[in-house]
T-cell receptor, first 114, second 114 residues
Framework: AQSVTQLDSHVSVSEGTPVLLRCNYS??????LFWYVQHPNKGLQLLLK??????LVKGINGFEAEFKKSETSFHLTKPSAHMSDAAEYFC????????????FGTGTRLQVTL | DVKVTQSSRYLVKRTGEKVFLECVQD?????MFWYRQDPGLGLRLIYF???????EKGDIPEGYSVSREKKERFSLILESASTNQTSMYLC?????????????FGPGTRLTVL
C-alpha cells in the first residue's frame, strides 16, 4: 500500500528566504511522486513530478524536489520565496502498475510574509 | 490548454435531496476522477473511470455513484445527500500512457448540505 506524510501542516517564511516543504512516502513498488499546488479558489496545478529518471526534479516557478530513496523523502524547495507562492501544497504518490490511483498528502499551507 | 470544467462553483442542497455534480473535459482524456477535499485530510478519491461506461471505486465510494455516458463527461451523484457530504468536490482527468501522466483538475464545487 502507498501513503504519503507531509510533515508540516503550516509553514511561514519571509519573502526572499528559502522554502522547504517536507514529504515522506511509503510504497511497496517503485513510486511516482508529484507536488501539486492549490492557490485560493483555484484548482490544483502540477508543480513537478518524479518518475524514476533524474532524482533532482525541476518544476515550474523555481521549485525543485529531490527523490531520496534511502530516506523515502521527496522534499520541495525553492531558493527564494515570493508573495505569489502563498498557497497549499500537496505531495502525491502513485505506485507503478496502479497508474490511475494517486494518494494525496494532507497538505502544507505556505504563508509568505513581507 | 487542457480544460476541466465543473458545472457549479457553489451549491447548497437539503438533506435527502438527489445531487448531480457534472464535470466536462475537452482534451479527449480516457481517465476521469472525482475527489473530495476536506481540511486536514487532503484529497480522497471517490470514484474513477478509465473509459466510457466503466467505473471503479476509490477509497470512499459510500453514498456516491457515478455515470460516464460520454468520454468527455463524468457525473458524480449523491443519491440522498447528507450533512457529512458537505465538502469541496474536485474533478480531474488524465491521459492513459506508458508513464504516469499528470491529472488536470477542475476548479472545484463547494457543496453545502443543510
Amino acid at each position: 500500500a502507498q501513503s504519503v506524510t507531509q510533515l508540516d501542516s503550516h509553514v511561514s517564511v519571509s519573502e526572499g528566504t528559502p522554502v522547504l516543504l517536507r514529504c515522506n512516502y511509503s510504497s511497496s513498488y517503485s513510486p511516482s511522486l508529484f507536488w501539486y499546488v492549490q492557490h485560493p479558489n483555484k484548482g490544483l496545478q502540477l508543480l513537478l513530478k518524479y518518475t524514476s529518471a533524474a532524482t533532482l526534479v525541476k518544476g515550474i516557478n523555481g521549485f525543485e524536489a529531490e527523490f531520496k530513496k534511502s530516506e523515502t523523502s521527496f522534499h520541495l524547495t525553492k531558493p527564494s520565496a515570493h508573495m505569489s507562492d502563498a498557497a497549499e501544497y500537496f505531495c502525491v504518490v502513485s505506485e507503478s502498475g496502479t497508474a490511475s490511483k494517486l494518494t494525496f498528502g494532507t497538505g502544507t499551507r505556505l504563508q509568505v510574509t513581507l | 490548454d487542457v480544460k476541466v470544467t465543473q458545472s457549479s462553483r457553489y451549491l447548497v442542497k437539503r438533506t435527502g435531496e438527489k445531487v448531480f455534480l457534472e464535470c466536462v473535459q475537452d482534451m479527449d482524456h480516457e481517465n476521469m476522477f472525482w475527489y473530495r477535499q476536506d481540511p486536514g485530510l487532503g484529497l480522497r478519491l471517490i470514484y474513477f473511470s478509465y473509459d466510457v461506461k466503466m467505473k471503479e471505486k476509490g477509497d470512499i465510494p459510500e453514498g456516491y455513484s457515478v455515470s460516464r455516458e460520454k468520454k468527455e463527461r463524468f457525473s458524480l451523484i449523491l443519491e440522498s445527500a447528507s450533512t457529512n457530504q458537505t465538502s469541496m468536490y474536485l474533478c480531474a482527468s488524465s491521459l492513459v500512457g506508458i508513464t504516469l501522466n499528470e491529472q488536470f483538475f477542475g476548479p472545484g464545487t463547494r457543496l453545502t448540505v443543510l
